[in-house]
């Protein structure tokens, strides 16, 4: 079979990265966490949505939620699966060499803890997006961020990783 000579790939749109947007923010709200940023990329990497809450402390929260989706279309797992590999309790310094080269070739915008996750689709295993959350507690972040994405109109078309969440502060179960 001859190649077109092009590349197609799914990716989430304008309307659905603000669902994720927004319904993160109000899992949040529900929960009485700390005001959080969360950010939506594409495919590509490239912010589709980033919303503030009120009191979240910017720019900061802002860029920390955009580089914890980062790690997960560049390294192709949940920020929260790259910190664990790198930054077991055992961690060898030469582990730690390792994730400081992989997050200083990456200029600063990966991030090896919890609150970034991966939109895939269920179809073909593909990254079509990644959701990162931050200001709250790193599995908050994470939680309100599957919550995003499991309630938005593609659940039912998508897998996240991680598929579950561990958040053991849920006051309001969803």
């Known amino acids: 079979m001859a190649s077109s000579g092009f590349i197609t790939y799914k990716t989430i749109t304008l309307d659905v990265a603000d669902q994720i947007a927004s319904i ?3 899992t949040a709200k529900k929960n009485g966490f700390n005001p959080m940023a969360v950010c939506v990329l ?3 990497g490239v912010p589709i949505v980033t919303k503030r809450m009120d009191h979240c402390t910017g720019p900061a929260y802002a860029t920390i939620a955009q580089h ?7 390294m192709k797992k949940s920020s929260r699966a790259y910190g664990d ?5 055992d961690a060898t310094p030469g582990k730690m060499v390792r994730i400081l080269s992989q997050i200083h070739s990456n200029e600063g915008e990966i991030a090896s803890f919890p609150g970034g996750i991966s ?3 269920k179809e073909t295993g593909q990254i079509i997006g990644a959701v990162g959350a931050s200001g709250a507690a790193g599995d908050e972040d994470e ?6 994405v499991w309630k938005s109109s593609i659940a039912e078309e998508i897998v996240t990783e991680p598929a579950d969440h561990s958040c053991t502060t849920v006051k309001v179960e969803e």
């Not at 914890?68 to 560049?74: M, P, Q």
């Not at 590999?85 to 309790?89: H, I, V």
Request: charged letters at 25%; proline letters at 4%; hydrophobic letters at 30%.
């Open 68 to 74: 914890k989706a980062n790690t997960c279309i560049r």
């Open 42 to 44: 594409d495919a590509t």
């Open 119 to 121: 939109i895939k689709c």
């Open 143 to 148: 939680y309100c961020c599957l919550q995003g």
């Open 85 to 89: 590999k790198y930054l077991p309790d």
């Open 24 to 26: 993160a923010i109000e």
